[in-house]
DNA sequence: TAACGCACCGTACAGTGTGCGGCGCTCCGC
DNA sequence: GCGGAGCGCCGCACACTGTACGGTGCGTTA
């Protein structure tokens, strides 16, 4: 309360202060809260305040178990990053269906929890987070049972990561507007329409791509560029990296 | 000034406000400055009321060229686009060589401005900003000559376009820590070291490529590697899309 | 039982985006 | 030449942000 205002007519009145009723904050429990909080509301919405009350804890509470707030969405992008499914020590379907089963769960991953592509362009990719090197690890060693050498390994980790997390930028900012306007994605688009084709006016291949598009189930269609971008890209590091020419 | 501080003692001390010296805000302008101000001082430094007293104007006024902060950050980054070259119309180096050099401006555009992955994740890559749709049907028109369909042509742009903004995500996250850091790259590095130590200790595939990153000319690698995975993806392209085994 | 440390909290501060009402300049119709 | 209208700019205000600081009480150890 300010100070113009007395929160009690008296000392006497006012309460005790109501100790420990709640197990006390830990780090992860923090960062858990945080992780609901931004799933349910969005980049915006986390305050440090807010993240206080869900934690039945004062706005400043947090601040023992965590630096500030950066180091915060550090700690939850590396908690995101703890979903992704790793790859298996010795998959028996090869390096390729393990490399792609991994790249598939990052990306749902990321569309699970859209806001993380603007948290990803301060942490990068949360560098040295725990589930990101066991993560990076795995799939080192998925490449390398696949014949790459640890060089052309890590070169392709940085190739297919870079791929999915681009793809899933664009996504993931779509996904974000689309659910700020709170309609369905068939209707957002028919809405931007009109200024979609007036932007397009003098590209007739866009024009044309975005026609074709107007009237197709739009998140199959990622769903399928992804795939397809995807294999063209294991294609690449096979018949550049794999010995016997995948 | 707040109520309770009287600026001027009398209406007559007070100065009349001085008009029109500088030429009227312009959206143009606004755009510019904000990009400058960007670029010296990063995202967390760009408040409307900095960009306001750099343009010699009030903190809101800027609020009749633009609707509010994210538009304005939505022409910044088309206006960043424009930067990017785009493939001659009928490049006789042919369609590989148009998309590399393009592919390369795009890098060099997010590295010359850090700053802009933070907003690419709110933003997608500014649907329909015009230098975006003049840039993508270049890109496309270059694919086709190289014997592309159009479907295909947009295939191959945005698994190329994936490819480069996730590349230079992290590369621009880095690059950002690093500035904030105020150290050589080096330095940095060297500091970073025990934790990274620390963090790879179970890993022997990681402890074995930081140990020889260690001491490696950072830069020339990330340029060396962000080449090679263009290459690889440019080679799964051209044997899926292109006609003729190119 | 005394003292201490640690987790937590209220308050405060400087700063944010932006709605609103008004002011002055410019221009247009007379 | 003059009156009024419209538009661009601005001061102020509001609700809200991250976080530094100085307590305050609980649990534990001496």
Redesign the pocket.
Known sequence: ???DKQ?YPSVWARP??P??EQP??SRQQIVAAALELLDAEGIDA?????L?TRL??????M???VA???ELLELVVDEVYGEVEVPAADDPAGWRAAITRCAHSLRAAVLRHPWIVSVLGETGVAYLGPNVMRQNEAILAAFEQGGFTLEAADRALNTVVAYVIGVSTSEAAWLTTLARSGRSEQEWVESLWPAAEQAAQDYPRLRKLYAAQRNQNLSATRDDDFDSGLECILDGLAARFAPAGG
């Open positions: 309360m300010p100070a929160p005790q202060r100790r420990r006390p904050l986390l305050s440090m305040r807010k206080g039945n804890a004062g706005a400043t509470s601040y023992t178990h500030n707030k950066d």
